[in-house]
């Protein structure tokens, strides 16, 4: 599926911003990546920088739009398709753009920094909350979330982003981590899976 803007959302899970000390802020807090960082998973190897210290796995729901944005839109009408994502960060640089005020790019945008599950349906908000999404690191659960358990629900958030900054057929909407981030090390496999199904999996691979 073709992607055109990558939209995140920060601090979304209040046991994730507790867990990197920072406070639940009070509106959404929106941040992008450049649509370079997207990479769909095949269980093979997944490329990553590691010449700037720590990568960070931060795992997401992500949903796809399938049209225009329009005041008032239902989900069910806005996003065609979701799948779970890594949102890849490099901590200790994210750490040093914070203190200065600075953009986040260098820390969340760097190339393969949003790797993709594979796309599932959308089945609607009715159901959204009736499963988890997981992420195995070599075989051992790392993280683990629900949609019911985000500060802002997905209705609030594309109606944030959509009204603000715009929202068309082709965009994708990450929509923050639970609680259970840490470093990635090289060699180490993982698995993205929704209500106990594996739809990504792959091979990190630091390259210096």
């Keep these: 599926m073709d992607i055109r803007n990558v939209y995140c959302v920060g601090r979304n899970y209040r046991l994730h911003a507790a867990e990197l000390g920072n406070e639940v802020p009070a509106s959404p807090m929106i941040f992008m990546k450049p649509s370079h960082a997207a ?5 093979a190897r997944l490329p990553v920088t590691g010449s700037q210290g720590d990568v960070h796995f931060e795992m997401e729901l992500v949903f796809y739009v ?5 005041s008032g839109i239902s989900p069910d009408d806005l996003f065609s398709h979701m ?5 890849l960060t490099l901590r200790g640089v994210q750490d040093v753009l914070k203190a200065k005020g600075h953009p986040w790019l260098p820390a969340k945008g760097f190339r393969n920094s949003a790797p993709l599950g594979r796309w599932l349906p959308f089945s609607g908000m009715s159901t959204l909350d009736q499963a988890d999404f997981t992420l195995l690191l ?4 790392a993280q683990r979330g629900n ?4 500060v802002f629900g997905l209705r609030e958030l594309a109606e944030f982003v959509g009204e603000r900054y715009g929202l068309g057929a082709g965009d994708v909407l990450f929509t923050g981590t639970p ?6 090390k ?14 990504g999996s792959g091979q990190v691979s630091l390259e210096v």
């Design 39 to 43: 990479v769909s998973l095949d269980n």
């Design 66 to 70: 399938a049209r225009p944005f329009e």
């Design 83 to 87: 799948t779970v994502g890594l949102d």
């Design 138 to 141: 070599n075989g051992v659960e």
């Design 147 to 150: 949609a019911g358990d985000m």
């Design 179 to 184: 609680a259970g981030v840490g470093s990635l």
């Design 186 to 199: 090289d060699g180490d496999r993982f698995e993205l899976r929704w209500d106990g199904q594996t739809i």
